[in-house]
């Protein structure tokens, strides 16, 4: 007995002596396992556009956890080393960051959309587009690249080889060797590889095949084999997906003019009161931090749905959150200069203010993203055969009652959240349950086409404060549950941008369901048809 027992120590000693060496099979040497991955659920409807169609997933105000724990404690550590190393490019490479959305096999982090969005956050804004557009050539050839192409180009990309994204700024002919020829300019820069997008297909170059003219890359007669095209190239979710990136960016670089704003009017004062016990000038600063609140809530519930499911479908998150983002950063920046002030303006908090500034110009436009949200939710509307199982008496009283002002809740949404929100959930489900008459309504009277631009411009608007008002709800309920630090101020918060959306929101549903809100539309277009009328028979009369 206590000859095998000895045996066991000797050989337990052995192994570890053994491991303990410097030689070349230690176990210093062996990579560590990766964390494991997330675990999707099946496909389900897009969140958004069902609202459209008559329907609310519930699940989404539960405001789930995308991570595991492995993950969530790899996450923090990565994001620890980013917050105050991601400055240059040279140790974004030694962090291994250039592969964040490339598979483990490519020697890549593999991390999920949710991660990535946390890592873009602490990014400084001079890296920032080079490991943006990096990011997205790599989803580009992992989704849509063959087996050879990603076994090539994923390990090299995944190691730190830049390579950046051009979408239709050179030309392609066709040559007679099925090759093709790509002609054009564009900017330099440090790349290794670049990656030319031109209608559904996808060229890689390497830069060494370019020609470079002062600050410019001129490519002249550059001839990609078969093997470096991409075929059947779709931008549309990648872009989407790269859109949550500049706007989880976007959510650090206003917190740090709030940061900045406070710092320089803690010690001033005006009329011998200081600066910052005035009513007004706390309104500011805390609508400024509710608004940032609720555009990171969106964001990630967001990242939650391409990471929790197969093949969703954010097309109108992802567009929700950029039209919110630019109807509140313009707001915040004009409240927070007027705090600081004209005249003691410094150099940091303008660079800051620019910084924000040239993030929300790489959005879409406002009027293309309020056209695009109520197109895309009217088309799911009309292809759309949901009919729910109730009965004509049943339709017949919630309309009785839904001209009264007085909803019939269906939903019942504050099932899902925290007791202390069931007025907050309340004031959603009406507007949710308002807003789906409406459509109703303008569809059977006729009304419900993309043509009618201004009844698309409210119905969109809407849509983007019932989003926001579901995000925020969901999060505070969660944080108050878990008891997060500070829930009880994120309680008040949900509740604020509930109460101060609906508000907001009131007038909107009131015209819209009026019919066809005369009150206003038509006294604009009269009187501008009336100008334009004027203008045009004096010019006949000058004439």
Not at 177 to 202: H, P, Q, R, Y
Request: include cysteine; glycine fraction near 4%.
């Amino acid at each position: 007995m206590w000859s095998v027992i000895n045996r066991r120590v000797f050989l337990r000693k052995l192994i570890a002596r053994c491991s303990s060496t410097n030689g070349s099979y230690g176990l210093d040497k062996i990579k560590p396992l990766p964390v494991p991955d997330i675990v999707r659920k099946p496909r389900r409807l897009p969140f958004l556009k069902s609202i459209y169609a008559g329907q609310y997933d519930i699940e989404v105000l539960t405001y789930p956890e995308t991570l595991n724990l492995e993950r969530f404690k790899d996450l923090e550590s990565r994001v620890q080393q980013v917050q105050h190393n991601c400055t240059k490019i040279d140790t974004v490479r030694q962090l291994g960051l250039f592969g964040m959305s490339a598979p483990y096999p490519s020697s890549g982090l593999n991390l999920s959309d949710t991660e990535i969005a946390r890592v873009f956050e602490h990014f400084d804004s001079n890296t920032f587009k080079s490991v943006f557009d990096h990011t997205l050539c790599v989803d580009i050839i992992k989704t849509f690249g063959t087996p050879s192409q990603k076994s090539k180009y994923l390990p090299l990309l995944a190691s730190g080889a830049v390579c950046t994204l051009h979408v239709d700024t050179v030309t392609s002919t066709l040559l007679p060797n099925e090759s093709w020829e790509l002609t054009g300019s564009v900017k330099n820069s440090a790349d290794v590889f670049l990656l030319f997008v031109i209608g559904s297909k996808a060229y890689i170059v390497e830069k060494d095949k370019t020609f470079v003219n002062g600050e410019n890359l001129e490519l002249r007669q550059v001839v990609v084999a078969p093997d470096d095209i991409i075929e059947n190239v779709n931008l549309t979710k990648i872009m989407h997906r790269g859109k949550l990136y500049t706007c989880s960016l976007l959510t650090t670089s206003l917190k740090r003019v709030v940061q900045a704003t406070v710092q320089n009017l803690i010690p001033k004062t005006r009329l011998n009161l200081k600066l910052r016990e005035c009513d007004s000038v706390l309104k500011i600063i805390s609508k400024s931090l509710i608004n940032i609140y609720t555009l990171e809530s969106m964001i990630y519930l967001t990242t939650w749905m391409t990471d929790g499911f197969d093949d969703p479908d954010i097309e109108l998150e992802s567009a929700s959150i950029q039209l919110f983002a630019r109807q509140t950063v313009d707001s915040i920046l004009i409240d927070l200069k007027m705090v600081n002030g004209r005249s003691s303006i410094n150099q940091k908090f303008s660079n800051l203010c620019n910084e924000v500034e040239e993030l929300v110009e790489s959005l879409e436009g406002s009027m293309k993203l309020a056209n695009y949200i109520s197109s895309q939710g009217v088309e799911f509307f009309n292809k759309s055969d949901y009919e729910e199982n109730v009965s004509f008496l049943t339709t017949a009283y919630r309309n009785i009652m839904m001209k009264r002002n007085e909803p019939s809740l269906k939903y019942g949404l504050q099932q899902f959240l925290h007791p202390a929100l069931k007025h907050a959930a309340n004031f959603l489900e009406y507007d949710v349950l308002k807003f789906q008459f409406i459509i109703n309504q303008c569809h059977a009277a006729g009304q419900l086409t993309t043509d009618n631009q201004m009844l698309m411009e409210r119905l969109s608007t809407v849509i983007v404060y019932i989003y926001a008002m579901t995000a925020v709800l969901g999060r505070t309920s969660r944080s108050y549950c878990t008891g997060i630090r500070f829930c009880d101020y994120e309680m008040n918060t949900g509740e604020t941008v509930v109460r101060e959306s609906c508000t907001l929101l009131k007038p909107i549903l009131e015209e819209l369901m009026s019919g066809k809100y005369v009150a206003t539309d038509s006294v604009y277009e009269s009187f501008a048809d009336q100008l334009l009328f004027n203008n045009i028979n004096r010019g006949q009369t000058e004439t």
